[in-house]
Nanobody, 120 residues
Framework: QVQLVESGGGLVQAGGSLRLSCAASGGTFSRYAVGWFRQAPGKERQFVAGIHGSGGSTYYTDSVKGRFTVSRDNAKNTVYLQMNSLKPEDTAVYSC?????????????WGQGTQVTVSS
């Protein structure tokens, strides 16, 4: 059983930056790929970024490429999402999830989410 806890959300002006953290406990963290998802009110959940268990491969949805960077420190059991040049449309609840697979990412564990609000 893996527990995930997100932190780092908050209120920021457009053009600003935030760094989200996803801290894991209870399992061998490097065995899991981790993804960041977001869900805005009235919208479907979106897969924003992901990282392989080794950290050697990453994925970004088109709308965040060049602005967001996902990384991980397996020694600290933590995955990060650095978000730069934030836009109001990035406002959402951001959650991290762990998957045993990478090419077929299927979350088996979820964090509780952290709110990111970008003001214009």
């Amino acid at each position: 059983q893996v527990q995930l806890v997100e932190s780092g959300g908050g209120l920021v002006q457009a053009g600003g930056s935030l760094r989200l953290s996803c801290a894991a406990s209870g399992g061998t963290f490097s065995r899991y790929a981790v993804g960041w998802f977001r869900q805005a009110p009235g919208k479907e959940r979106q897969f924003v970024a992901g990282i392989h268990g080794s950290g050697g491969s990453t994925y970004y949805t088109d709308s965040v490429k060049g602005r967001f960077t996902v990384s991980r420190d397996n020694a600290k059991n933590t995955v990060y999402l650095q978000m730069n040049s934030l836009k109001p449309e990035d406002t959402a609840v951001y959650s991290c999830a762990a998957s045993r697979g990478w090419t077929n990412f299927e979350p088996v564990y979820w964090g509780q989410g952290t709110q990111v609000t970008v003001s214009s």
